[in-house]
T-cell receptor
């Protein structure tokens, strides 16, 4: 069966520091991969998605970037974090198209 | 663009009560998905609907794909404390993307 892993689960970073969040999927090949951000008590905002290695689509202009160095690995990065980058970051995978997406457990990021 | 409106925004109910929530779209969908998000965790898929009029159950949960294809309903029978969380509907957006509703927050009191 397929599983998705995100780490770390929580992260506290100072303003201006770099960021790297990692997501990996097991048990499937060539998945679509997604990064979402969720503000407290709010809905899901799609940040990036990828349909293949090295293919990244950005949904909103922001201080973050994404990369997909391997088929089942998706990384969310920033060179310099802002206070507004705080939130709950979720990675998800799907089999493609409009198939259901399956989420990781999330990373809670706090910027001080 | 496409939007999904969920109602109610929040519900406060007593354990044992039945719950009903819905999701409406401004355009026709051919798939409806319902997710539940426990506090501090990622959303988990509860039910997927693929056909207008379809009624699908998962334990105490029942979801229906509206015949107009512009809405869907989720019912929870005999609620229990672990039903607490945020319930999201979702439907197809642009290629390879889903649109998520704004969520219904459910609170269950013993």
């Amino acid at each position: 069966s397929q599983t998705i892993h995100q780490w770390p689960a929580t992260l506290v970073q100072p303003v201006g520091s770099p960021l790297s969040l990692e997501c990996t999927v097991e048990g499937t090949s060539n998945p679509n991969l997604y990064w979402y951000r969720q503000a407290a008590g709010r809905g899901l905002q799609l940040l990036f998605y990828s349909v293949g290695i090295g293919q990244i689509s950005s949904e909103v202009p922001q201080n973050l970037s994404a990369s997909r160095p391997q088929d089942r690995q998706f990384i969310l990065s920033s060179k310099k974090l802002l206070l507004s980058d705080s939130g709950f970051y979720l990675c998800a995978w799907s089999a493609g198209g409009h198939q259901p997406q399956h989420f990781g457990d999330g990373t809670r990021l706090s910027i001080l | 663009g496409q939007q999904l409106n969920q109602s109610p925004q929040s519900m406060f109910i007593q354990e044992g009560e039945d719950v009903s929530m819905n999701c409406t779209s401004s355009s026709i969908f051919n798939t409806w998905l319902w997710y539940k998000q426990d506090p501090g965790e990622g959303p988990v898929l509860l039910i997927a609907l693929y056909k207008a009029g379809e009624l699908t159950s998962n334990g105490r949960l029942t979801a229906q794909f509206g015949i107009t294809r512009k809405d869907s309903f989720l019912n929870i029978s005999a609620s229990i404390p672990s039903d607490v969380g945020i319930y999201f509907c979702a439907g197809p957006g642009d290629t390879d993307k889903l649109i998520f509703g704004t969520g219904t927050r459910l609170q269950v009191f013993p």
